[in-house]
């Protein structure tokens, strides 16, 4: 999630293009010189971190690496992560490239909230290992039919704001560098489509907590859950009218941004909790 925020505040300082090529920084410098200033700093710091989740994912994977067959699902999940970093830093430089071009710059987004996703199917499976051992379901509670299509709404929900929310990014001023192109779309039009899918979101969310509280045997993991969605919902859309309202402050960007990734976590973690079919296979995990 962390760098997720950086990339954010590289573009909300104008430091998309800090470093003007990739994978060099300049074409004579694999780092950032005294010349470019703080937007060279700003945009090599985010490469560098960067390079240091990669070290940690592949760290991940060979840790995992002699549990591919008792928790094969857990080693998928990481190599899944390390992938991810690849691509994203392949997708990253692309963005550069191409002179961060808005749909690119969207889909660098898009796939660190798969990322983000992934990481919190990872750690709920990793958690409920050590906490429960062997034989323990993530669906931990009882569901209901209503409870699982609640769960479903709101996953499908969640990814529709989120994806017309980097359209919507795409076509604001704050590109990462006064010369970026932006999408040719009226941007208050964009942000009430961004919107639409927020009121259906909020209710089902607040239909299907309601659903879960009332539910006989539903556990205090999924409680737990659907209230944390319910949460961070009502507080994204608050900051999003907030941001709309006021012009779009950086600070308050950098909060919706941090909402977005947020709501992926705790969505994916509701989700899982009412439709996983996982259960811990109990080998030694350390």
């Known amino acids: 999630m962390g760098i997720v925020l950086t990339g954010g505040a590289v573009r909300l300082t104008g430091s998309g293009l800090g470093c003007p090529t990739w994978p060099k920084c300049t074409p004579e410098s694999l780092v950032n010189t005294a010349e470019m200033g703080i937007h060279g700093v700003i945009e090599f710091g985010n490469r560098t971190l960067t390079g240091v989740l990669g070290i940690l994912a592949l760290l991940l994977v060979a840790w995992v690496w002699r549990l591919r067959q008792s928790h094969r699902e857990v080693f998928l999940l990481s190599v899944g992560i390390l992938a991810g970093v690849v691509f994203q830093a392949v997708l990253g430089g692309i963005t550069v490239l191409t002179r961060l071009?808005?749909?690119?710059?969207?889909?660098?987004?898009?796939?660190?909230?798969?990322?983000?996703?992934?990481?919190?199917?990872?750690?709920?499976?990793?958690?409920?290992?050590?906490?429960?051992?062997?034989?323990?379901?993530?669906?931990?509670?009882?569901?209901?039919?209503?409870?699982?299509?609640?769960?479903?709404?709101?996953?499908?929900?969640?990814?529709?704001m989120v994806v017309l929310g980097t359209v919507v990014t795409g076509t604001g001023p704050h590109s990462g560098d006064p010369d970026a192109v932006r999408h040719g779309f009226d941007a208050l039009v964009v942000t009430r489509f961004h919107a639409l899918p927020v009121y259906p979101l909020v209710f089902a969310c607040v239909v299907t907590a309601v659903l879960v509280l009332k539910t006989a045997g539903a556990s205090q993991a999924q409680r737990t859950t659907i209230l944390m969605v319910l949460g961070v919902i009502v507080y994204q859309g608050a900051v999003g009218y907030w941001q709309h309202l006021t012009g779009l402050p950086e600070g308050v960007v950098i909060l919706h941004l941090l909402g977005s990734v947020l709501t992926i976590g705790a969505v994916v973690s509701f989700w899982q909790r009412q439709t996983s079919r996982y259960v811990t296979p109990g080998a030694p995990l350390a």
Not at 125 to 140: F, I, K, N, S, T
Request: hydrophobic share 50%.
């Open 101 to 160: 071009n808005p749909w690119i710059v969207g889909g660098h987004f898009i796939v660190s909230g798969i990322m983000i996703a992934i990481a919190a199917m990872l750690c709920q499976r990793v958690r409920d290992e050590h906490r429960h051992g062997a034989g323990y379901a993530l669906v931990d509670g009882t569901t209901t039919s209503a409870t699982r299509r609640g769960a479903w709404a709101i996953l499908a929900l969640s990814v529709l």
